[in-house]
């Protein structure tokens, strides 16, 4: 890879990167330092991302991915990464802006729970991208997705009445 | 809330973009392989002496007056860089290796993928290969391995040191650094290895006087029943979820929840059969262990069967002191103590610190999956659970560490609860003796001994009287239950909170 080459992607996919793992750990620092490292792993290993595969936007998000959970298992040494439990943690909900609370409310599930959630909505990436970048298949990926939404509708029913307007 | 609602709820989470300051940081891998590959042709062997210099440059560089050497606790040992090589290496990586072995701490056998030269930095490497002699190097020597050579031998030669070295080797792209040699059983597999969170079912114990894994402040759960005490480390049991044993009066099982801070010990049988535990999942942020006998779920905080064939019985509570190595040791220096297991004994020092730093300060906010939050006390606030009849009570450690005995009547009952602040050991008595309801004061700062105010008689922390009227009598032990405060109130609703000033009242 040129560095012209490796110039395009990064500012192509940096933001997306950030984004995500900035949604997943929920901190800035840690959100610099996965995105510089997924940079600095693509730089070192551009061999290993095959076109054939998926897009690339779906490799590099799987790599931020791997980095993310490697920072949530340093901090969450005791707990076991399950994707099983069905019950959300509670919220706060009279603290800060819905925004605010519906990030704390994404953050609070389970992290593979909550790494699908954020790259289907707001990464957009599709099932069978997903799948690639969570090393899972597509069948596993939904059921996350259907307990996370389940979730998520849990924990943030008492702002239905509360949503901005939509006009 | 349909899907709609929703998908409109989660557009209002917005996420911030890269920034400005993000840059790939290009320049270093282009440095290294230009070392290997560049224009000019460079030997194998210089290549690799040029890469150790670098190697031993960056060992020195951190070992600098910018930072001073923290010996105190270990430090991991992991690699610090690898580069693919290219040209005549192609197909090879180059590796550097930070090694830092605590004393005490050896590597099972084992080779490497590929020839390995080593600096050491700091202390004495011992160091043997293909079971020859060990060999020791002092801070500034070297020491090579060939490739496929056992490593036979590799450990600080300082029995009061560390030893900190680096390594440079080139092995096959990709490649795991360590091959573990066919080991006999009962040697450790690499540190850094993942261990299985498996409970032990045929535990193995040893005596005080031989425990060099255990500190004076580790928190442990302490078990006596005729002339047998046994004490079960809490930094081996958070590894293994529960420990299946048996004491002169039944079977038991001696359970942790990390995330909770719990340890309970359960006895381990329920209507006429022995049950055998075993980690199954998570439901409130607590263990849930299944039966191996009937396949039921158990939930640990609160020992009640939550699915299964057994569904809805209960297990009934052991009496436990949750305390330290040293108290435990003091009180019972003829205990024995659960042997960890290869593998499990080297990451006991890091658990145990963990254990120690939650239980003193408890995290902010609950971990992810607690059902409730009652915001009277920190989620996180370890306290002692108390449960006499129909009613329930928590006393936070932090209030126990100011009043040291509570003086209470739960469900009726009249208790006594001793907390002695700096081990931060935890009991209960019925508060009866003759007849009578007694009431303590501390007889001292750390609340070793109690006074009681009605005969003046003298008892220890454990409810037995030294002194006075009524020496010789042994209180009645009520089992506490200590753990984080959002895992006592989740599952005791409406349970009531001990403070400092409800005593003063």
Same mark, same amino acid.
């Given at each position: 890879?040129?560095?012209?080459?490796?110039?395009?992607?990064?500012?192509?996919?940096?933001?997306?990167?950030?984004?995500?793992?900035?949604?997943?750990?929920?901190?800035?620092?840690?959100?610099?330092?996965?995105?510089?490292?997924?940079?600095?792993?693509?730089?070192?290993? &551009?061999?290993?991302?095959?076109?054939?595969?998926?897009?690339?936007?779906?490799?590099?998000?799987?790599?931020?991915?791997?980095?993310?959970?490697?920072?949530?298992?340093?901090?969450?040494?005791?707990? &076991?990464?399950?994707?099983?439990?069905?019950?959300?943690? &509670?919220?706060?909900?009279?603290?800060?802006?819905?925004?605010?609370?519906?990030?704390?409310?994404?953050?609070?599930?389970?992290?593979?729970?909550?790494?699908?959630?954020?790259?289907?909505?707001?990464?957009?990436?599709?099932?069978?991208?997903?799948?690639?970048?969570?090393?899972?298949?597509?069948?596993?990926?939904?059921?996350?997705?259907?307990?996370?939404?389940?979730?998520?509708?849990?924990?943030?029913? &008492?702002?239905?009445?509360?949503?901005?307007?939509?006009? | 809330?349909?899907?709609?609602?929703?998908?409109?709820?989660?557009?209002?989470?917005?996420?911030?973009?890269?920034?400005?300051?993000?840059?790939?940081?290009?320049?270093?891998?282009?440095?290294?392989?230009?070392?290997?590959?560049?224009?000019?042709?460079?030997?194998?062997?210089?290549?690799?002496?040029?890469?150790?210099?670098?190697?031993?440059?960056?060992?020195?560089?951190?070992?600098?007056?910018?930072?001073?050497?923290?010996?105190?606790?270990?430090?991991?040992?992991?690699?610090?860089?690898?580069?693919?090589?290219?040209?005549?290496?192609?197909?090879?990586?180059?590796?550097?290796?930070?090694?830092?072995?605590?004393?005490?701490?050896?590597?099972?056998?084992?080779?490497?993928?590929?020839?390995?030269?080593?600096?050491?930095?700091?202390?004495?490497?011992?160091?043997?290969?293909?079971?020859?002699?060990?060999?020791?190097?002092?801070?500034?020597?070297?020491?090579?391995?060939?490739?496929?050579?056992?490593?036979?031998?590799?450990?600080?030669?300082?029995?009061?040191?560390? !030893?900190?070295?680096?390594?440079?080797?080139?092995?096959?792209?990709?490649?795991?650094?360590?091959? =573990?040699?066919?080991?006999?059983?009962?040697?450790?597999?690499?540190?850094?290895?993942?261990?299985?969170?498996?409970?032990?079912?045929?535990?193995?114990?040893?005596?005080?006087?031989?425990?060099?894994?255990?500190?004076?402040?580790?928190?442990?759960?302490?078990?006596?029943?005729?002339?047998?005490?046994?004490?079960?480390?809490?930094?081996?049991?958070?590894?293994?979820?529960?420990?299946?044993?048996?004491?002169?009066?039944?079977?038991?099982?001696?359970?942790?929840?990390?995330?909770?801070?719990?340890?309970?010990?359960?006895?381990?049988?329920?209507?006429?059969?022995?049950?055998?535990?075993?980690?199954?999942?998570?439901?409130?942020?607590?263990?849930?262990?299944?039966?191996?006998?009937?396949?039921?779920?158990?939930?640990?905080?609160?020992?009640?069967?939550?699915?299964?064939?057994?569904?809805?019985?209960?297990?009934?509570?052991?009496?436990?002191?949750?305390?330290?190595?040293?108290?435990?040791?003091?009180?019972?220096?003829?205990?024995?103590?659960?042997?960890?297991?290869?593998?499990?004994?080297?990451?006991?020092?890091?658990?145990?610190?963990?254990?120690?730093?939650?239980?003193?300060?408890?995290?902010?906010?609950?971990?992810?999956?607690?059902?409730?939050?009652?915001?009277?006390?920190?989620?996180?606030?370890?306290?002692?659970?108390?449960? !006499?009849? =129909?009613?329930?009570?928590?006393?936070?450690?932090?209030?126990?560490?100011?009043?040291?005995?509570?003086?209470?009547?739960?469900?009726?009952?009249?208790?006594?609860?001793?907390?002695?602040?700096?081990?931060?050991?935890?009991?209960?008595?019925?508060?009866?003796?003759?007849?009578?309801?007694?009431?303590?004061?501390?007889?001292?700062?750390?609340?070793?001994?109690?006074?009681?105010?009605?005969?003046?008689?003298?008892?220890?922390?454990?409810?037995?009287?030294?002194?006075?009227?009524?020496?010789?009598?042994?209180?009645?032990?009520?089992?506490?239950?200590?753990?984080?405060?959002?895992?006592?109130?989740?599952?005791?609703?409406?349970?009531?909170?001990?403070?400092?000033?409800?005593?003063?009242?």
């Amino acid at each position: 890879m040129t560095d012209a080459e490796f110039q395009a992607v990064f500012d192509q996919h940096k933001d997306a990167v950030y984004r995500f793992a900035w949604r997943m750990s929920g901190s800035a620092a840690a959100a610099q330092d996965i995105a510089q490292d997924v940079f600095v792993g693509l730089l070192r290993y &551009p061999d290993r991302f095959d076109p054939n595969r998926g897009a690339l936007r779906a490799f590099l998000l799987g790599i931020a991915r791997n980095l993310a959970l490697k920072h949530w298992r340093a901090e969450h040494r005791f707990e &076991p990464l399950d994707d099983e439990a069905v019950v959300a943690q &509670p919220i706060d909900l009279d603290r800060g802006d819905i925004g605010d609370m519906v990030g704390r409310a994404v953050r609070a599930l389970r992290p593979l729970q909550r790494e699908v959630v954020i790259l289907i909505e707001y990464e957009g990436l599709t099932l069978a991208e997903v799948a690639q970048a969570v090393d899972a298949d597509v069948g596993t990926v939904k059921s996350r997705l259907h307990r996370a939404r389940e979730n998520l509708r849990r924990t943030l029913a &008492p702002l239905r009445s509360r949503q901005p307007s939509t006009t | 809330m349909d899907d709609r609602d929703l998908n409109r709820l989660l557009r209002e989470w917005r996420a911030p973009d890269a920034p400005p300051d993000l840059r790939p940081r290009r320049a270093h891998p282009s440095r290294l392989r230009w070392l290997i590959t560049g224009g000019i042709r460079v030997p194998v062997p210089v290549a690799i002496a040029a890469l150790l210099l670098v190697a031993v440059w960056i060992g020195a560089t951190r070992t600098g007056p910018t930072s001073t050497p923290d010996t105190s606790g270990p430090r991991r040992s992991g690699e610090l860089a690898r580069y693919a090589l290219t040209g005549p290496l192609k197909g090879f990586d180059a590796v550097l290796v930070g090694l830092n072995f605590q004393p005490g701490v050896s590597a099972p056998e084992h080779r490497h993928p590929g020839p390995i030269l080593g600096y050491v930095v700091d202390g004495q490497m011992r160091t043997a290969i293909n079971h020859q002699s060990d060999e020791v190097v002092p801070a500034g020597g070297t020491f090579f391995e060939p490739h496929g050579a056992l490593h036979t031998s590799f450990s600080s030669a300082n029995p009061d040191a560390p !030893v900190r070295a680096v390594a440079f080797l080139v092995v096959p792209s990709g490649s795991p650094l360590t091959e =573990r040699a066919p080991t006999p059983q009962g040697t450790s597999p690499p540190l850094g290895t993942p261990m299985p969170y498996t409970a032990i079912h045929q535990p193995e114990f040893v005596a005080a006087s031989e425990v060099a894994f255990l500190q004076d402040d580790d928190i442990l759960l302490g078990v006596t029943s005729g002339n047998v005490a046994k004490a079960y480390p809490a930094a081996d049991l958070a590894q293994h979820g529960a420990v299946f044993d048996k004491v002169p009066d039944g079977p038991i099982s001696v359970t942790w929840c990390g995330v909770c801070n719990t340890g309970l010990v359960f006895r381990a049988d329920v209507k006429g059969r022995t049950l055998h535990f075993q980690y199954d999942r998570m439901v409130g942020a607590n263990e849930v262990q299944k039966d191996l006998e009937t396949g039921s779920s158990w939930q640990q905080a609160t020992g009640e069967a939550i699915d299964g064939p057994l569904k809805g019985s209960r297990l009934t509570l052991y009496p436990v002191v949750r305390t330290t190595w040293g108290e435990w040791r003091k009180r019972y220096p003829q205990t024995m103590v659960l042997k960890p297991l290869p593998g499990y004994a080297e990451r006991m020092p890091n658990v145990s610190k963990r254990i120690k730093a939650v239980t003193r300060v408890g995290p902010e906010g609950a971990p992810n999956g607690a059902l409730a939050l009652d915001k009277r006390l920190p989620a996180r606030e370890t306290v002692a659970g108390l449960e !006499v009849g =129909r009613e329930t009570v928590a006393y936070p450690f932090s209030a126990l560490r100011i009043a040291r005995i509570v003086n209470d009547r739960v469900g009726g009952l009249p208790i006594v609860i001793v907390h002695q602040p700096s081990s931060d050991t935890t009991t209960a008595f019925d508060a009866r003796a003759n007849g009578k309801v007694l009431t303590f004061q501390a007889a001292n700062d750390d609340a070793r001994t109690v006074i009681d105010r009605e005969t003046r008689s003298t008892w220890s922390a454990y409810g037995l009287c030294l002194d006075g009227p009524l020496k010789g009598t042994q209180l009645k032990q009520v089992i506490l239950v200590p753990q984080f405060w959002f895992a006592w109130s989740q599952f005791h609703k409406g349970t009531r909170v001990f403070t400092t000033h409800s005593q003063e009242r």
